[in-house]
């Protein structure tokens, strides 16, 4: 009995065990679900191995950066805060002005004076080479020989410049703006004046031989080798500025607050631009050879001192100079700066923490190593082409505006320069001043940057469109749009009316006549008598006036025509004006955005550098094609150029002002569209940022089990 039962208990153990494990039996005959739960089983591995990791990081951070690294670096900061003054001494007087608004206004203010330096020089250069005949690659070397040389260290200084004082290297940029300055003014004061250099044709049966083509040769060289050095000067100075400046400005403010300040440095230098534009519009010639004598022009010793271009570039000089000592007794650092920068510090950039184990050292394999991570970033190249384009379309226009605005309104240059000056370059600086304020106002992130670029940039393209579709019917002109008296063809200045003159195309000064018709001389005209009345000529008995009006002198003799445009009866510039000025502030409100984007989107050691390498693709394909592109657009629309004098290519006096505001506005809009697709696609780089991505970090291999199994049951 008790052998039965001691027999009989194994089997019901063993009956017991079975019933007790039967998924184990299941599994162990179907090799379905073994193979089920061993997916399973990896797939809870990765999991558990991934939080493993993510709290071992999380441990690791904490112990890694504890609050003594942060106290280390805040006394780090305090240590180069020091007080106000020139070198050891300090004024107790002087530390009230030792914060970063008194620096803003120093900072403006040099920035200010480099731009009356850019404005005087393009305005300066353009009137030489129409005068002297220069030739097409000197002229481009004259024009291009600022951003060539800025273009050459802007790297090196980016890099290196910001481990050093960079107050130090705004001081040296403050140096040398005032010196270049001087360089630009010293062949306008010791040389000849190229303006009055040839005397010219006046009216019908006096013509004057000009002077001989060997005179200017020597000017020539001292002026263009003068030049270059003083756009070689000023593109080194510029690069602190630009640079250094603004990473400086970045770190003394608060996050939100960057942009006014940034907004504020660009547009004092567009705001010196425009002023630069006015200061020199009474210089610029309406023509290479004048008609006016010199004795009448420059009666008066103070005025014709007062009318030159050496006492406009004396004057930057001091502006410049008056900003070095102030600038030279701020500290490393500005009062407040460590607060900022450890309030900052609590909130690291994502790509600070990508790159905290990685040293940038002082070697050249670490420069270009610190080039080679920006240009794999994909996103800064592209907002890089976007300030290229912007920086193709604004410096493209302030080159075309003024010609463009003269032949269509029929303006003299140096009214259409002061307008293009005071009024629509003005916008741009406006816009940079907005553009800043708004985006800091509204705390926007890089999401909202790249947001605000396209849409102002689409609204700018359309105010475009409208302000090209302003345009006025061309004013006649005798042998070119309009004959004489239906005695000549078109395109032949002389006529039977004037033929007995034989009067030259090389000497050109414009006339209006009475007959409301311009004409190319008072030669082409055929006046045979001039007189001076109020310091302007006025001629009489025009053989090729017969009809108009007439208006007699104190003498008694009627005068037949006077120097100068004829009044335009288009009133549409100013509705032209406002469209052209709202299309630049929509335009301009791009530029302290992408700023900020390129700060926030890059290591924040890199900041400078990525600064430096935005400013190199920004000359290379914005600033130097620019005034080239725009320039070769506006020549192929010349309808009617005159013969130069020694063999040289003479000026073009017409232009057809539809072609020019068709070429003008293809260049624009593509510029504009250039500008929508670069930052979209920086947007969506951006978006798609692994800053943005939380996606779970499960192995690929079990996701796509997973789907095949939840597949496999409902098909079930």
Known sequence: MREARVAGEPQATQAQTAEDQPPQSKILADPTLARRKSQYVKALTAVLMNLHRTQKKRKHKTEVTPPVTTKKAEKQNQSLEKPCGLGCIVIPYCQRFNDIRCFQTLFCTLQLAQGIVFGLVDMSIDTFTKNNHVKTFASIILSTSYDISSCLIVLFISYYGVRGNIIRWITFSCFLIGFGSLLFAFPNYSGEKYQMKTESEDICEETKIPRSCKTPISFQSKYISFFILGQTVQGIAGIPLYILGITFLDDSVSRYSTGTYLGLAEASVTAGYAFGYVIAAPLVMTAENSTIDESIRHSDDNEHWLHTWWIRYVFVSIIAWSTLIPLSCFPQRIRGTAKIKAAERKKPNWLDKKFKDLEFGTSIKDFFASIWILLKMPMLVCLALTRASESLLLVGA???????????????????????????????????????IIVSKLRMDCKGFMRFIIVTSAM??????????????????AGISENYSGTSQLGNLTAPCNSHCKCSTEFYSLVCGRNDVRYFSPCFAGCTYSKTLNNQKTYFNCSCIN?????????????????????????QLPLFVVFIFSTILFAGFSGIPNMLTILRVVPNKLRSLALGLTYVILRVFGSIPGPIIF????????????????????????????????????????????????????????????????????????????????????DL
């Not at 809009?669 to 996606?695: G, Q, R, W």
Request: glycine letters at 8%.
């Open 547 to 571: 009809e108009g009006l007439t208006t007699s002198d104190d003498q008694g003799d009627f005068i037949d025509a006077r120097p100068g445009t004829c009044g335009s009866k288009c009133y």
């Open 631 to 714: 320039r070769a657009a506006g020549e192929t629309s010349c309808t009617f150029r005159v013969k130069g004098r020694c063999g040289h290519t003479g000026n073009c006096w017409m232009y057809n002002t539809k072609q020019m505001a068709f070429l003008f506005l293809g260049l624009c809009v593509s510029c504009k569209l250039f500008t929508i697709i670069f930052s979209s696609i920086a947007f969506c780089l951006y978006i798609h940022s692994p800053k943005t991505s939380t996606v779970w970090p499960i192995p690929l291999k079990n996701v796509e089990v997973k789907k095949k199994r939840k597949k496999k049951r409902t």
């Open 398 to 436: 302030s080159e075309f505006l003024p010609k463009y605005t003269e032949n269509l309104f029929v303006l003299t240059p140096a009214v259409a320069v002061t307008i293009t000056g005071l009024v629509l370059i003005p916008g741009a600086a406006l816009s940079q001043l907005l553009g800043g």
């Open 460 to 477: 700018s393209l359309v105010l475009l469109v409208f302000s090209l579709l302003v345009r006025c019917e061309p004013e006649p002109f």
